[in-house]
């Protein structure tokens, strides 16, 4: 077994992992990062597209801004469709001039992976077997095979930023840990093709088929999701279903600018919120998806990721520059009150926007009233936008 020394050891190689990652090592902390997968799988999974503007300093602090200020769309608002009405949203003027920033997590991934591959710090891919040790005690440790190898990573502190299925949390004695779950009864099917987007601004849409959301990634290249059964299969979805189907649950008059082409990516992902409680055990902490999952409605997960890891790394930094622990025993309690505001907002997006199979006659009612309030209030928009372009750290 060989042994190596950091101060911290990252568990995961998202966008959690990595920007932590940099924040520490521009503040001349070192770190590892350990993932269990390689570099190219981890930039073909095709995740979050919209990023708030806190997400966005945080990256610019990070050293990793100068893309995504080029390439990164502003956008001022979004639309909500219901049958053939299309209603606007408009961000900026409801919260008194913000906005978010469209530029895709691969993206995001990729500029964070390029940057700590140029600063010289070890990212360890295709680790496996990684297992986090003693972290109740005072000197934790991490160990991994690579190549048929054991390896050893004695650090002061393990940050489990290795998304929902990781090993940092259900590394936690069930005592340890509070869990609190809804799993929605269906999924997202999503698409993304080389054709230019159906309109500026991102269009979410109700109906009766079920929910369907049109988004993109540039100016050419376009990202479609329709609700559809948890149980279904990507195999079952050729490209013209998609595209027939997606056409049908938005407002005719945009269903003509509809540009279809051959998907170049195609997936299923469950809906699901969930948070585990707290976000510190002794010595390592949980980040991101390893911590809390969010249906991907309200654009959330990778915006509360980024979030946690502000904390996180503010406690770390005052940890090493003056000895104080105030920030890090801070660290759990402050990630979690913004943690269940994005739980919440999630849920009530969710909730409005989506075919509820199991819905008696009354929820749907109470469904349509809260659509009908929302698109006719602007109080309730306020609300909407505020949380949408993200609440403040
Ligand atoms: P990740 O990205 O899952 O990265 C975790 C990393 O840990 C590694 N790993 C391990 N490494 C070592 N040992 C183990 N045992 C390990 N187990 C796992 C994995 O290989 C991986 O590299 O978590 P992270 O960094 O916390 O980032 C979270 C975000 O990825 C996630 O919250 C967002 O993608 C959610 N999300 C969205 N968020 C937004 O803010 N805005 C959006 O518009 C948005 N849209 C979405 C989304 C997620 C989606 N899916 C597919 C779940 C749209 C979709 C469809
Ligand atoms: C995306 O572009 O992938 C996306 C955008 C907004 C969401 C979810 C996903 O709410």
């Known amino acids: 077994m060989t042994r190596h020394r950091t101060q911290v050891c990252i568990i995961g190689s998202g966008p959690s992992g990595l920007l932590l990652g940099q924040l520490l090592h521009n503040a001349g902390i070192d770190a590892v990062i350990l993932d269990r997968v390689g570099r190219e799988y981890i930039l073909a999974r095709i995740r979050a597209g919209v990023l708030e503007t ?30 053939d009405a299309l209603h606007r949203i408009d961000l900026k003027t409801l919260t008194g001039g913000r906005t978010v920033l469209v ?29 986090p040790h003693d972290f109740e005690g005072s000197s934790p440790f991490v160990t991994y095979v690579k190549d048929g190898v054991s390896h050893r990573v004695d650090c002061d502190f393990i940050a489990g930023c290795d998304g929902f299925h990781g090993v940092s949390r259900s590394s936690v004695p069930d005592r340890a840990i509070s869990t609190f ?31 369907a959301l049109c988004s993109m990634r540039s100016a050419t290249r376009s990202r479609y999701y329709i609700q559809c059964d948890v149980n279904d299969r990507v195999e079952n979805w050729s490209d013209d279903q998609f595209w027939a189907e997606l056409r ?19 997936s299923i992902a469950p809906l699901r919120s969930f948070v585990s409680e707290p976000m510190r055990f002794g010595r390592m902490f949980t980040v991101g998806d390893a911590a809390h999952i969010v249906p991907p ?34 660290y759990s309690g402050r990630a979690l009150a913004r943690v269940w505001n994005g739980i919440r907002f999630s849920w009530s997006m969710t909730r409005m926007l ?27 928009q306020a609300s909407l936008a505020e949380n949408y372009v993200g609440l403040p750290y």
């Open 54 to 83: 806190g997400t966005a300093d945080l990256l610019e602090t990070a050293g990793v801004g100068e893309r995504m200020r080029r390439e990164g769309l502003v956008h001022d608002g979004f639309e909500i469709a219901h049958g």
């Open 103 to 131: 530029y895709g997590q691969t993206e995001v991934t990729r500029d964070l992976m390029d940057k700590r591959a140029a600063s010289g710090a070890t990212t360890i891919y295709d680790a496996g077997d990684v297992e």
């Open 181 to 211: 779950e809804k799993v929605y009864p269906f999924g997202w099917l999503g698409v993304l093709t080389d054709r230019p987007p159906i309109r500026d601004e991102l269009v979410y849409a109700s109906h009766p088929h079920g929910f």
């Open 248 to 266: 049908q649950r938005l407002p005719v008059k945009i269903a003509e600018n509809l540009k279809t082409g051959p998907s170049i990516e195609k």
């Open 297 to 330: 409605t309200g654009a959330k997960g990778l915006n509360l990721a980024a979030s946690d890891v502000h904390y996180l790394f503010d406690g770390l930094r005052e940890y090493y520059a003056e000895t104080s622990s105030a920030g890090i025993d801070a």
């Open 354 to 380: 989506h075919r509820f199979p199991d819905d008696d006659p009354f929820d749907q009612r109470i469904q349509a009233t809260e659509l009908g309030h929302m698109l006719s209030s602007k109080n309730a």
